[in-house]
């Protein structure tokens, strides 16, 4: 038969949005995964509300679960400040529900709109021309393509044989550890993040009446903690009362599940005949919920530059596009990553955090801001300026006297981080 026009390994909330997109638009697509749909994957399964926006240009919206959350609110607990957020009329509101739903409601939009979809079908290698990828190895043979797309998660398989090299590392900060509640009585359509002492937490009610609550403690604890999971999750959540108090008592469905070998990465995201979208190219910490977002903001940008290069008809074009596409996605993902770095550091918050998660909790519109800043209206920079931050540095060296000398070395320490990231901004990707 003749090659597909593109093949995408991996089928889950990059893969199948970017098949339906580029099959409407006439496009011969060819999706690969290995699992049989409905099929559960890890993931802290929020979507912030742009990200619900695409979904529901996809259609994908009416074939979530009528159950599925949508999330209205926030609250934000570091330590002893609170910050209690609810959208504005008018807004869109976020989404929650598992993956085991949510990948499957994506899978059967991008059937619908032309896609062919094969699961259970494991890629084995890329084929090339030279130094062109020109399709996939499959256990059931080859499926050639025009253009190879890597959507096959942190671990890709795609990255690895394509040689894509990672930048800009990070180191895990946190274990993750999810438990899922029957029986809640609170479903108040709320996401809970919190960081109290040196315990995280990350929670949310979501599809099939349950509620997800995350517990993350320091990676260098995890050892202690998986030696007796419940125990130590038990005694985590009793961290938070709030939490702990919304679920006691309540069965947890399904066995806890746990994320301990990660990192976070920029990876090179396109060459000759292939590219990475959404986890296979870039990943973050998990803790502010960003990554099914992402993937989805990163394949609304995408679909349009591939349509536009086999419009050309000329391979130097959708190279070059592609190219372009790497650029943005590294700039707009850029403030993001290291928030999300910062904010799942382990340990316990420090005094310049708190104080300025204080003085944003006082502010008129800070919370509303703060909600805006994680749909991605608003870099992280424009909620964190330089002047609010010297202004709580100071307020942080009077808040504890005591603690001045180890208060003034944490600010040190962070302005000369800033000062490296300036440095590293993107632009040009650092070479091999």
């Known amino acids: 038969m003749d090659p597909y026009d593109v093949v995408i390994v991996g089928a889950r909330c990059a893969g199948s949005p970017l098949a339906t997109m580029l099959a409407r638009q006439g496009l011969a697509v060819c999706v690969l995964d290995q699992a049989r749909f409905p099929s559960d994957t890890l993931s802290t399964h929020v979507v912030q509300p742009h990200g619900v926006e695409l979904l529901d240009r996809l259609g994908a919206l009416d074939r979530m679960p009528d159950d599925a959350v949508s ?3 926030l609250t934000l607990v570091m330590d002893d400040v609170r910050i209690e957020e ?33 699961t259970a079908t494991r890629a084995t290698g890329l084929l090339r021309q030279g130094d062109r990828v020109v399709g996939v190895e499959t256990d059931g043979g080859a499926v050639c393509g025009r253009l190879v797309i890597g959507a096959d998660g942190r671990r890709s398989s795609v990255a690895d044989w394509a040689g894509s090299r990672e930048y800009h590392v ?18 108040e359509p709320r ?3 919190g960081q109290i002492g040196d315990w995280a937490f990350l929670a949310a009610p979501t599809d099939g009446g349950l509620y997800m609550s995350g517990v993350l403690c320091d990676l260098a604890a995890a050892p202690a903690f998986l030696a007796d999971r419940a125990a130590s999750y038990e005694r985590g959540l009793r961290a938070w009362p709030e939490l702990a108090a919304l679920v006691d008592g309540r069965r947890m469905v399904g066995p806890l599940r746990v994320q301990t070998d990660w990192h976070g990465f920029f990876r090179e995201a396109a060459g000759p005949g292939w590219v990475l979208v959404g986890d296979a190219g870039h990943f973050k910490d998990f803790t502010p919920g960003q990554g099914i977002s ?30 372009r596409w790497w650029t943005w996605r590294d700039e707009d993902a850029w403030e993001m990553y290291w928030f999300a770095s910062d904010m799942g550091a382990p340990g316990p918050p420090t005094p310049l955090v708190t104080r300025v998660l204080r003085d944003i909790s006082k502010r008129p519109g800070g919370g509303q801001d703060l909600l805006r800043m994680l749909d991605h209206e608003i870099p992280p920079s424009a909620l964190f300026t330089r002047p609010r931050l010297a202004l709580a540095a100071v307020r942080a060296l009077a808040d504890r006297p005591r603690q001045a000398r180890a208060t003034a070395r944490e600010i040190g320490a962070s302005v000369r981080e800033q000062v490296r990231r300036d440095r590293l901004r993107p632009g040009v990707v650092p070479a091999r």
Not at 90 to 97: C, D, E, I, N, T
Not at 101 to 113: G, I, K, N, P
Not at 170 to 187: I, K, N, Q, S
Not at 299 to 322: H, N, Y
């Open 170 to 187: 990070t180191p895990g900060g946190r274990m993750l550890a999810l438990g899922y509640f029957e029986g809640v009585a609170d479903l």
């Open 191 to 193: 996401l809970r993040i």
């Open 71 to 73: 999330i209205e609110s």
């Open 294 to 323: 992402d993937a989805l903001r990163q394949v609304d940008r995408l679909a349009p530059a591939i349509v536009e290069g086999f419009a050309s008809d000329r391979e130097a074009t959708l190279d070059a596009l592609l190219q």
């Open 86 to 118: 609810t959208q504005l009329p008018g807004q869109r509101p976020g989404l929650s529900a598992r993956r085991v739903t949510m990948d499957a409601a994506l899978v059967d939009v991008a059937r619908a709109a032309g896609a062919e979809v094969r």
